[in-house]
């Protein structure tokens, strides 16, 4: 089948590659030039493991191609909509700009019998709105909802075998020939026997939102068990086990640490209380609201406990921050707990440095003010604190006893858990880390 896939951000191309991988004949547009060139020579124009070595198989059978002409979604039967839904500046709204400008440039290249999927993440209500457009210009032709649920650093086997697919289609006479369309696009992931659940549109999108509410409500209980271990001197991560334990809980997103970030679960749940505030429901949801709260105190919380490791004053003290993205594994910065908390410590006084395997070019777009270092050998030297904040496998790796001649003075910050304490301990080194005695 011909497809189109708008928007190849994070999200898009991947879904592009992913789809030219099930045997589509594929193009992917977007309005970034340089994305599309990086993407036209096979190169991910950022880092998501195994997506290069996809784009390259894919690209030598002919089936995938990428531009910045929006008139070549023309002949496509179906047309993803994959474009950013970002939160709006200085309210927690999302922004729709990109996702109106994209439906409204593909309206007069659609045929009879084309399919418009939405695959952003976005307010409910939007989609039934957007099938008013398609209709009103293309009446032949008819829009349902698929929201995406690939993590970062997981993006290709996500795609290619996701838990579930849901369609969110329209109450119309052609519902039937819509949910064929998108069973025919993912027909090899249901031969495999990935579940498929049919909602309504406004279901669809709300399946989305409450999906990362419900991931990010788990992450901020664990962060506010671990605000009570440390008030107490119990162990948040025997804590997490233990309930994790317990089937209906499940140990899965119970890692304490300095708490969520990138660019969808903050800025999804700001959009999801703002229109159920716009639907008179706010009060259903202002829990949302404690959960953000608990989030954004763990960033203070580690700047306080920096200071406390390094006797009372950050006032000339070099930092070096280990990682930059927002999670391992992606060179994604949108909202990186790591960066707020660098970027907080040098603005009280401490000198610091941020290495980061992947991310540095981003960070150092994001954040200019900070000083970089891409070798952590060189980060680390004369450090007065190291500081863990994105828990990448060559961090997790490190050697406490290689690395305590190489610092000023051996103190670190464990911000994910996940080092071993006793083993730092015992190569001299001051161990914090968070919720843990
Ligand atoms: N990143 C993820 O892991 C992920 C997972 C599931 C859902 N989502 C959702 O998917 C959407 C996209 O997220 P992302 O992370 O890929 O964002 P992104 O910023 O990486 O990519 C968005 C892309 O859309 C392009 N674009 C903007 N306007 C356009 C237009 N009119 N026509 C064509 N292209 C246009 C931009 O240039 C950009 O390349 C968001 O709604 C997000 O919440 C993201
Ligand atoms: O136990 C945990 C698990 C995660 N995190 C943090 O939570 C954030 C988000 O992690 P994750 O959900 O793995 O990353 P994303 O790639 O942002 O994926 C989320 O957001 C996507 C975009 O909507 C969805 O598609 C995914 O299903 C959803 O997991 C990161 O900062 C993690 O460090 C924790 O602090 N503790």
Redesign the pocket.
């Known amino acids: 089948m011909r497809i189109s896939v708008?928007?190849?951000?994070?999200?898009?191309?991947?879904h592009a590659a992913c789809m030219a991988k099930l045997g589509h004949e594929v193009v992917g547009?977007?309005?970034?030039a340089r994305?599309i060139s990086e993407l036209s020579l096979a190169k991910a124009?950022?880092y998501e493991p195994g997506l290069d070595e996809l784009l390259a198989e894919v690209q030598s059978t002919g089936r995938l191609s990428f531009t910045?002409d929006?008139s070549a979604a023309q002949g496509s039967r179906v047309h993803f909509i994959?474009?950013?839904?970002?939160q709006k500046k200085g309210e927690n709204g999302?922004d729709l700009?990109?996702?109106e400008?994209?439906v409204?440039?593909?309206l007069p290249h659609l045929s009879p019998g084309d399919l418009v999927v939405g695959?952003?993440?976005?307010p409910v209500g939007t989609a039934s709105h957007l099938a008013d457009r398609v209709t009103a210009v293309a009446p032949d032709a008819d829009l349902a909802w698929n929201?995406?649920?690939?993590?970062?650093g997981h993006?290709v086997s996500d795609t290619l075998q996701p838990d579930r697919f849901v369609y969110g289609v329209a109450n119309s006479s052609s519902q039937h020939l819509t949910v064929e369309l998108l069973d025919e696009v993912y027909a090899g992931p249901l031969s495999e026997g990935t579940p498929r659940l049919v909602t309504d549109l406004a279901t669809a999108e709300l399946v989305?939102t409450a999906a990362n509410s419900f991931l990010a409500t788990k992450i901020s209980f664990i962060n506010a068990m671990a605000e009570l271990c440390e008030a107490t001197g119990a162990d948040v991560t025997q804590l997490a086990d233990a309930i994790g334990m317990d089937d209906r809980i499940g140990r899965k997103f119970l890692n304490a640490g300095i708490g969520f970030g990138?660019?969808?679960l903050p800025?999804?749940i700001r959009a999801f209380m703002a229109r159920a505030g716009e639907l008179g429901a706010d009060q259903a949801l202002t829990f949302l609201r404690e959960v953000d709260s608990i989030n954004m105190r763990r960033r203070s919380r580690v700047v306080e406990l920096t200071r406390a490791l390094c006797d009372g004053s950050l006032l000339g003290k070099n930092i070096t921050v280990l990682g930059a993205s927002f999670k391992p594994d992606s060179d994604?910065v949108?909202d990186s707990p790591a960066l707020s908390v660098a970027a907080q410590l040098q603005l009280q006084g401490a000198i610091v440095t941020v290495s980061d395997p992947k991310a540095l070019r981003n960070a150092s777009l994001r954040f200019p003010e900070l000083q970089y270092e891409p070798s952590t050998e060189l980060a680390v030297k004369g450090a007065d604190a190291l500081l863990l904040l994105t828990e990448w496998q060559e961090y997790r790796d490190l050697d406490p006893c290689e690395l305590v001649d190489a610092v000023a003075t051996p103190r670190i910050l464990d911000g994910r858990n996940v080092l071993d304490p006793a083993k730092w301990r015992a190569a001299g080194w001051t161990y914090r880390g968070l919720g843990r005695p």
């Not at 708008?6 to 999200?11: D, R, S």
């Not at 547009?29 to 970034?32: G, L, R």
């Not at 994959?82 to 970002?86: A, F, H, L, M, R």
């Not at 929201?147 to 970062?152: A, H, K």
């Open positions: 708008l928007g190849c951000g994070y999200l898009g191309a991947v547009i977007d309005v970034d994305k124009p950022f910045t929006l994959c474009v950013g839904t970002p999302a700009t990109y996702v400008s994209a409204t440039g593909l695959k952003s993440t976005v929201p995406e649920f690939l993590r970062e993006a989305k990138g660019g969808c800025k999804d994604d949108r």
